[in-house]
């Protein structure tokens, strides 16, 4: 079983660490992954063994909140942590004045007020880093909160030892003050760059409306969204989102598709349509019967997988954390020997004092954690807002440094619905042995038979009743009409009746080699016509094709088809690797094959290609929303549209470019910080604030990948 759980209190790359190694401790936890931007944990274990209560226990235990998402307000929180920065700023204000501007004796009780403003930004706004300190510490483990607890409390308490000593000359409060505001205006610059991080799902959970109005013992009667079940008629009005899935029954509309799909044209509806929850109807106005409700509903689904992919860990995350896990106890190593340094060099304690705090507070490891979760969340939802849904951040990473597309044929490279493209008679004119064959295939389910029915409907022909309607598996169908014995069905089976087709034998050879399925068609045992039935390239195929042969990608189509079709649809869709009549065992083989020289996608309709969608590195299920192509690939492309493809592909690149931008920034702060610091080149409240914006500018750095086109 895999749940998330919202934790409140993590503040960086070292609370996450702490909660992953404390819930992997636990037994029946298979698998624990923490998301610093998300807030979310996500955990795999088994139910039977350890239960939720005891999970949520386990977090609390170090000293974090496990809260429900109905009652935690991200909006709330930030406004929270605003409030406390503003009456922090209010508070230092003065002190830095009085302590920095005015000489001692200037106010009367100067002294006395720097202290109280003071102690009141240490211990009453400032209190949560010394709470969270002492937790990490009672665990053995330490973090952001306790090198801020460090550097603040050095300055605050050497401030105190001098006015202990009735020195009555510049103290160091205001450096105390300024440092917790600093902080405290960086955490609040981060809620809210990580409110804007998670637009995307708060778009589309406004999408669904709050209420609807369905048709209950014949009256119209408005009720809550979640209170729509299975069965109920529900009534749109212009203008309305679609509250849950269903098929349209009564009317017809245009509708805007394009927060789910990325189509940016409506989508015209009639009824045995489906329509899809979250979407905009138009200026029609239609009744449909709802069969998806509540969590089933394909814009649930899609939210659940946005989600799924933003709490997962992409594997370039292993290195923060590995840096991360020994980040804080070198930084207080390095901060203890800097304060030997200074002093053994003849240096007096307040600039020994200035180094060390400087030296803990540039340190805070907050963009490090921030780094990549920040750019998934981001490029996740840019994938979403495309119609792009990244199911796991592995694949948005390594999708970017793929080496072979794989295209399946039927269903991917083609539109997988065969259509009528040749009817060659023997006497009869073509509609009437297009009619024939629409009497006979009219209670047919196989999908040669739909071809045939659309288009004799097309056609507005007329059925022929007909009689001993019998349905031969695999070969066809077989009726009396007008007291007459019809057949149509393979040429394989026709052979087998010892019907002569050689009347057309070149056109079967032609039709053949064109890719086309032959039908025939025969009334007592002799021949009166054949139709030929082709499935038709997707027109987004070959420009996909080019686009990703220019990127310098390998690309290839694997089918169980014979090489003829296979190579015929090859050519218009410009695939030159071309690997045909391969049963499933033999596309893994292939797959498997083409892995050893680098990284492997799979393209596929999310249907029957889910066993090789799953074995190669990355699969990408071609849908519009399927639950089976939800499930098969790691990214599903909610439109019919290759291009979706190479704009997946064009996304994992830009979002794997923000990964290491961040990252760059992430070390760069540290790297030249820390030695500025230790040489005492850096004022601790400069380092403060270079702190704080080390994690805004990796949050903001994320946002601009919002507005990338793809």
Known sequence: MKQSFKVRGMHCESCVLLIERTLNKKPGVSGAVVN?????????????????SELVGAIESKGYKVVKDETYSREKEAAKIGVKFLLSAVLAVPVVVLSMFMAPGTVPGQTAIIFCLATVIQFALGWEFYRNAFISLKNF???MDTLVALGTSAAYFYSIYLLSKGHDGHTYFETSSVLITVILLGRFLEAKAKLNASDAI????????????????????????NEIIPGDIV???????????????????????????????????????????????????????????GGETTLANIIRLIEQAQGSKAPVQRLADSIASIFVPSVIAISAITFIIWLITGNQWPHALNAVVAVLVIACPCALGLATPAAIMVGSGLGAKNGILIKNAAALENLGRAKFFVFDKTGTITGGIPEITDIISVAENDDELLGIAYSLEKNSTHPLAGAVITRARQ??????????????????????????????????????????????????????????TVMALAKENRLIGILAASDTVRQSAAPAVEALKQKGISVAMLTGDNIRAAGFMAEQADIDDVIA?????????????????????????????APALAAADIGLALSTGTDIAMEAGDVVLMKSDLMLAVKAYNLSRATLAKI???????????????????????NPMIAGTAMALSSVSVLTNSLLLKNKKI
């Open 235 to 293: 009534l749109i009005k212009p203008g309305d989102s679609i509250p849950v899935d269903g098929v349209i029954t009564e009317g017809d509309s245009y509708i805007d598709e394009s927060m789910i799909t990325g189509e940016s044209m409506p989508a015209g509806k009639i009824p045995g349509d489906r329509v899809i929850s979250g979407t905009i109807n138009g200026a029609g106005a239609f009744r449909f019967r709802a069969d998806k409700t």
């Open 36 to 52: 610093l931007t998300t807030e979310m944990a996500t955990i795999s274990y088994d139910p039977e063994i350890i239960k939720d």
């Open 202 to 225: 708060k778009k589309l959970m406004d999408l669904a409306p709050k209420k609807a109005v369905v048709i209950r013992d014949g009256a119209e009667t408005e009720i809550i969204t």
């Open 141 to 143: 483990d330490t973090g």
């Open 581 to 609: 009549g391969l049963l499933p065992d033999e596309k893994l083989y292939e797959i498997k094959k083409m892995q050893q020289k680098g990284i492997t996608v799979m393209v596929g309709d999310g249907i029957n290609d």
């Open 459 to 516: 056609g507005g022909l007329a059925l022929f009743d007909n009689s001993s309607f019998e349905n031969i598996a695999g070969s066809g169908i077989r009726a009396v009409i007008n007291g007459e014995t019809y057949i149509i069905g393979s040429l394989k089976w026709i052979f087998s009746l010892s019907i002569d087709t050689s009347i057309f034998a070149k056109e079967i050879e032609n039709f053949e080699a064109q890719g086309k």
């Open 660 to 682: 290491k931008q961040n990252l760059f920034w992430a070390f760069f702060y540290n790297i030249i910080g820390i030695p500025l610091a230790a040489f005492g080149l850096l």
